[in-house]
């Protein structure tokens, strides 16, 4: 994938470039969450060589990344996964095998996201939605079913004492409260189906993911599990 278009930032328009990350591009990539997660969150947490390598190894068309003016600002990066992977809970860790997506599908029917990262400086700049957007078109292209994916629900602490999570997510979705990932997710057109108890190390979030889904437009998924 390669594709060219404007993005806004202070009202200014910017150029940018969304393509497949490659091997060259190794050391902006792991720069790029340096600058999004500094200290105090843990280096270890950062994308490290040996996953880049196994994303552009075995399942190029989900590694990708957003360029502006030479440098990346932003990536996302996916694997295809069976139905026989998702069934019952699953957790960040076991789904994408710790990052390093080995246990790609090349036949799986579900485009997983593995992780999306945006630099602060553009991060008002809706390049995480066009990035969203690109592997959308990955989904179409590979004639897979959906797109799915945990995300964050950073403000399920404040909540915790009044609320399950899975009460939190639909207050969420109906506008009682707010969430800043659920909320974007929502915006990028995801819908949700459920939450995963123990998805991921994160107290924000009470170890929640909130599972949300894109659905191939093209694909009945009702026919295709036939």
């Keep these: 994938m390669r594709k060219e278009l404007y993005v806004f930032l202070e009202q200014k328009p910017v150029r940018i470039v969304i393509r497949n990350y490659t091997e060259q591009d190794f050391g902006q990539m792991i720069a790029i969450q340096q600058e999004s997660f500094p200290p105090p969150f843990p280096s ?10 196994q994303h552009v190894n075995l399942f190029p068309e989900g590694a990708l990344c957003a360029e502006a003016d030479g440098r990346l600002i932003g990536s996302m990066t996916a694997l295809r996964v069976g139905d026989d992977q998702l069934q ?3 957790s960040w860790e076991a789904i994408t095998d710790h990052g390093y997506i080995r246990n790609h599908d090349p036949s799986g029917n579900t485009l997983y996201v593995v ?3 945006v630099v602060p400086a553009f991060r008002k700049a809706g390049i995480g939605k066009w990035l969203m957007q690109s592997m959308y078109e990955v989904v ?3 004639q897979c ?7 964050r629900m950073p403000g399920y602490h404040r909540h915790a004492h009044e609320a ?3 009460q939190y997510l639909e207050h969420v979705v109906t506008g009682i409260w707010k969430d800043p990932v659920v909320s974007f997710l929502l915006r990028c057109g995801r819908t949700p189906v459920g939450v995963a108890e123990n998805y991921l190390e994160d107290e924000e979030s009470g170890h929640y993911g909130a599972l949300m889904q894109w659905v191939n437009p ?3 998924i009702d026919r295709k599990e036939e």
């Design 164 to 166: 399950s999570a899975g």
């Design 140 to 142: 179409v292209h590979l």
């Design 44 to 53: 270890e947490l950062w994308w490290k060589h040996e996953q880049l390598q």
């Design 88 to 90: 019952g809970q699953h």
């Design 218 to 220: 093209f694909i009945n």
């Design 145 to 151: 079913a959906r797109l799915l994916g945990g995300g």
């Design 115 to 117: 992780d999306i990262c």
